[in-house]
């Protein structure tokens, strides 16, 4: 889900590139004695301009991948594109969140034209929905995509002290809202304490094989993720070589959201290989 970070960390990769290459070229250089030196030189010459080049490529392309992205979508869609007109698919989808023996038994709510309401009663405490985009931190390039879907059942703790973040931001969002008045507004709620305190245990179920949570993570991987308060990756060794455990920190909810990766789709179907 990280896909921005993966392009800047391969563009520094690509910077290493020049460094590198010209270091282990003086060294070479030093060896060579006599009328080969300025043959050498020539040829080191010659690598070097071809890895600069290379490189600038490299840096070029990343920049014009992030700025495609944000340029796809830079403001928000007609409305229309983000409703789901079958209510009944909607509630589906939301469901395929979690394995039916949570979902069957969750409160299920949809996006309407004012916001999310319930629309069917549940008897566990879990909550099920399908997040749309601005799911996502204000500054995602992906802020506005219209496409995504992203099914997800809260546990009751995540119920009453997560998922109250993401409906405010949809209302503000229906209001017609900025991504920049958004994040002041959500800001100022946590400030004032108009948003809870995040519950000990909240956690949620991101399961489905119907995901689309961002242009590339189509059916990414079905995923359990834990929320904590603050800076805590490295609490529990996450994003460490090894651990089976990813986190992101998100400022603006101020949480840090761990991920715990799964072998199986919510319906039992084998989830992709998870490479290590």
């Given at each position: ?63 014009a ?20 007109q079958?209510?009944a ?7 395929s969140?979690a ?9 299920v709510?949809?996006l ?6 319930i ?22 390039p ?5 496409k995504?879907?992203?099914?997800i ?15 405010m ?48 993570g ?59």
């Amino acid at each position: 889900m990280k896909n921005t970070s993966n392009r800047l960390e391969r563009c520094a990769a690509s910077r290493e590139i020049d460094s590198t290459g010209h270091h282990r070229a003086k060294n070479f250089v030093g060896t060579v004695a006599g009328p080969e030196i300025k043959l050498v030189l020539n040829r080191i010459g010659v690598m070097v301009l071809v890895l600069s080049t290379l490189v600038l490529l490299a840096l070029a392309s990343c920049r014009a991948q992030s700025q495609t992205v944000k340029a796809s979508y830079p403001v928000m869609a007609p409305l229309d594109q983000y409703m789901i007109q079958d209510k009944a698919a909607e509630i589906a989808l939301a469901r395929s969140a979690a394995p039916p023996s949570i979902s069957d038994k969750s409160e299920v709510m949809i996006l309407e034209r004012t916001g999310y309401k319930i629309e069917v009663k549940g008897t566990n405490g879990f909550v099920c929905i399908v997040e749309r985009s601005w799911g996502t931190s204000t500054d995602d390039p992906e802020f506005w995509n219209p496409k995504v879907r992203a099914p997800i059942c809260f546990n009751p703790s995540a119920a009453k002290s997560f998922l109250p973040i993401y409906l405010m931001k949809t209302r503000l969002v229906l209001a017609g809202k900025s991504e920049k008045a958004i994040a002041r507004a959500i800001s100022s709620a946590f400030d004032n304490r108009k948003l809870p305190s995040l519950e000990p245990g909240a956690m949620c179920y991101m399961m489905s094989n119907q995901q689309y949570l961002n242009d590339q993570g189509k059916r990414w991987h079905p995923h359990l993720m834990f929320f904590v308060p603050g800076e805590a990756a490295k609490s529990w060794g996450a994003n460490l070589p090894g651990s089976p455990v990813l986190a992101s920190n998100d400022p603006q909810e101020r949480a840090t959201v761990f991920m715990v990766l799964v072998e199986k789709w919510s319906d039992g179907t084998p989830a992709p290989p998870v490479a290590h």
